[in-house]
């Protein structure tokens, strides 16, 4: 009988079990400031050490401001734990992408554009959106405080077998339709519990078709479905994306390397726990209209009617179209937006930039639009975008351009919505008061995004383009 | 970690599906570095009718009296009432420490979402899954009435009313680490040769991650 992708990276992790519960060993972890102090805390209160430092990478990415960064951080709350995570680095000696490093970013982004992030890997951050890194056919899962200390301290992690579940993804993805609209349509289809006790592997020609920053928007997502983990299989769109990161295997171990990872999918007779087939030719672009990722649909339709809601549901549903400022049956190309949020580590990356440039260039930021903003990722992808005259396309059509981090993702630093104000956002979650109280988020792509701020409100990308 | 053994207290019916972490604790309160002092910013957008920003005096801030955790009734209740998908989103572990600073030690739910669930345990909370009808049920009785419930974790089940009660199912080793109080880390390290044997024969095989 075949083992699936995850049984095998997991298989081969394993270092001890007992019954049902397993202990396994963790190669990458990657920490930032907001779930890493009380760790380190925790530590120290016990005097223990760190297992393997080298494992480590820090980052800054919650809190910094994305404006000019000259001054430093001025809320002082923000500099606390920024400088709290500064400090524990210091002392226990920690590879740290400090804010004013250029490979400074989102974590999620700076792990695979480092190369810290490798096939094969078991990969933990106290961040739910490390399923991201999925996408290098690794297992990459978030973890709480107690758990980040718990590796920090052991190097394992005490895990349960999850199930698994494949999503084969047939045919071929239509122009303009990206991963976004592919993860935000499955999300539709099976709910954000669909995949609970899960490690999701995503298959099929559309995912095998994707660019590497596709399948990280794909498996980044895999959270909001509710899954553990998301996976794509290594093929070589895998390994040629990761030849001569700063810090892949070179050389020999390259070759190594490489030979290992590419057994790295699942065997034909694997079986799975579920199975669901989508056909890409269905999907068209999608655009959430309320306060859960799983509340989507196409742009050619409208907000669903209370009578087509399940009865059980139907509270939810007018809770959220209540929060949202929405009725029944509104055609989403109706809506008007307030502000334009392009980044996260969901869609922040080079080919996100372009997609949205693409669509931005020689075109205006609606006079409508309150704010519009493009977040890179990281400082590379900053680099690399403005080394192709993106910044300049954003900033002519009246984006402002600004420095890396999560941003208003989550709107812990000071870029966030007012109460009322509706935005189209490229991240991944639309929760009531995530992108600040009383602030209405859509989630979309970057094109989706970038036309909307052009309109001022949400349009089909396929017909303006 | 306290021992959880039993419990005793009144369930505060909060009758939402999908509750997120951010809901539970909003991202500001996130820039403390301690694990304590989340209580009185538990649900902080729902509970207040002003926005909260930490350092504030929560004691003097206007609250939503529609909001059920504000009703006089529940303030000091340590069991919660939910429905489906119970901690979705951010895999803050705040949301748990707030929970637990407020004096919530039990989440009855239909589901949970797996970071918040594991969180749960590493904090001495009980998160208890229970069928749809049942969670319907005691939805119902506290609709009439304070739904008071007693929580039994060594016979796994929850007893209510008049001799009435659901049994619930829990993993082992969960149930052994709260009934005991059990630091995972300790217990962990006690196979620390077990570590260095494995990290051997791995480093030998994947050259590349030494």
Known sequence: MGRTLYEKIFDKHLVSSSDDTHLIYIDRHLIHEVTSPQAFEGLKINNRQLWRKESIVAVPDHNVPTISRDEGIKDPVSKIQVDALNENCQTHNLLQFKMSDERQGIVHVIGPEQGLTLPGMTIVCGDSHTSTHGAFGALAIGIGTSEVEHVMATQCLIQKKLKTFKIQVSGKLYPFITAKDLALFIIGKIGTAGGTGHAIEFCGNAVESLTMEGRMTLCNMAIEAGARAGLVAVDQTTIDYLKNKPFTPKEEMWSLAVKEWQTLKSDSDASFDKTININASEIEPQVTWGTSPEMVTGITQAVPKLSDIHSSKQPDFQRALKYMGLVENTPLSNIRVDKVFIGSCTNSRIEDLREAAKFIKGKKVNSSIKLAMVVPGSGIVKKQAESEGLDKIFMESGFEWREPGCSMCLAMNADRLEDGERCASTSNRNFEGRQGKGGRTHLVSPAMAAAAAVHGHFVDIREVN | ?210
């Not at chain 2, 504000?70 to 803050?92: H, M, Q, T, Y």
């Not at chain 2, 304070?146 to 929850?158: F, T, W």
Request: hydrophobic letters at 40%.
């Open chain 2, 1 to 210: 970690m306290d021992k959880f053994v039993t419990l005793k207290s009144i369930a505060i019916p909060l009758d939402r599906s999908n509750i997120d972490t951010d809901a539970i604790i909003p991202k500001q309160f996130l820039k403390s570095i301690k694990r304590s002092g989340f209580g009185p910013n538990l649900f902080d957008e729902w509970r207040y009718l002003d926005h909260g920003e930490p350092g504030m005096d929560n004691s003097s801030r206007p609250l939503n009296y529609e909001f059920v955790l504000n009703k006089p009734e529940f303030r000091n209740a340590s069991i919660l009432l939910v429905r489906e998908n119970f901690g979705c989103g951010s895999s803050r572990e705040h949301a748990p420490w707030a929970l637990l600073d407020f004096g919530i030690k039990v989440i009855l739910a239909v589901s949970f979402a797996d970071i918040f669930y594991n969180n749960c345990f590493k904090n001495g909370i009980l998160p208890i899954t229970l069928s749809k009808s049942h969670i319907d049920e005691l939805f119902k009785v506290s609709s009439n009435q304070k739904l008071e419930i007693e929580v039994d974790l060594p016979d796994q089940r929850i007893n209510f009313l008049v001799n009435k009660f659901f049994e619930f199912e829990i993993d082992e080793f969960k149930k052994n680490s709260l009934i005991n109080g059990l630091d995972e880390i300790s217990l962990t390290l006690e196979k620390t040769q077990e570590i260095k044997n494995f990290e051997k024969s791995y480093y030998d095989l994947y050259q590349w991650l030494k």
